[in-house]
């Protein structure tokens, strides 16, 4: 099994900061099998970037993915009010697909 | 527009069964493979269970292999998990999600959930 490990756990910004998320791998995979969701409370999570750079639809070019082999990046260019949400990376290349535990992005 | 509404989440005690359903509207339901992932209370996201959309192939979490069974109703546009020997750890928000194409896509679409506490 392919563990995620996201960090940090949580990630304390401001609105208009730039944000870095980590997910890295248990062992390497396929990137083109990454996925980011979004997820704000009481609401299902929303796909953001997959493959691990290509922008789902609707998603606001302030988000973007990048990595390769273990170590995945998602970056929020400039925070904006609506980006304060849990963010959970997850691979589908192999069996069982496994989710990180989460980064909570959190208003400073 | 694309629409994805879970039922059939309940209290249950522990070594009962359920089975929840996810109807789905708005795109071709016989292309796309279907997951479902759980939630349980303040956790993070689990994935559960995926189906084929020729339901010729399916996969498990080892948490629910051997207990759980997911399905789909080509004629009703509907997945199925069919949830037995539950346990106290299966409970959680259920999802059913869409995925973006056969065989190892990202998830583009979610239904809002359904609710299965177990419990005595």
């Known amino acids: 099994e392919i563990v995620l490990t996201q960090s940090p756990g949580t990630l304390s910004m401001s609105p208009g900061e730039r944000a870095t998320l980590s997910c890295r791998a248990s062992q390497s995979f396929n990137s083109r099998y990454l996925a980011w969701y979004q997820q704000k409370p009481g609401q299902a999570p929303r796909l953001l970037i997959y493959?691990?750079?290509t922008r789902a639809t609707g998603i606001p070019d302030r988000f973007s993915g990048s990595g390769s082999g273990t170590d995945f990046t998602l970056t929020i260019s400039s925070l904006e009010p609506e980006d304060f949400a849990v963010y959970y990376c997850?691979?589908?290349?192999?069996?069982?697909?496994?989710f990180g535990q989460g980064t909570t992005v959190d208003i400073k | 527009e694309i629409h994805l509404v879970e039922s059939g989440g309940a209290f249950v005690q522990p070594g009962g069964s359920l089975r929840l359903s996810c109807g789905a509207s708005?795109?071709?339901?016989?292309?796309?493979?279907m997951n479902w992932v759980r939630q349980a209370p303040g956790k993070g996201l689990e994935w559960v269970s995926v189906?084929?959309?020729?339901?010729?192939?399916?996969d498990y979490a080892d948490s629910v292999r051997g207990r759980f069974v997911i399905s789909r109703d080509r004629s009703r546009n509907t997945l199925y998990l069919q949830m037995n020997i539950l346990r106290a750890e299966d409970t959680a928000i259920y999802y059913c999600a869409k995925e973006s194409g056969s065989r190892n896509f990202p998830m583009n679409h979610w239904g809002r959930g359904t609710l299965v506490t177990v419990s005595s």
């Open positions: 493959g691990p750079s």
């Open positions: 189906i084929s959309g020729g339901a010729d192939a399916t």
């Open positions: 708005g795109f071709d339901f016989n292309t796309y493979d």
């Open positions: 997850q691979q589908y290349d192999s069996s069982p697909r496994t």
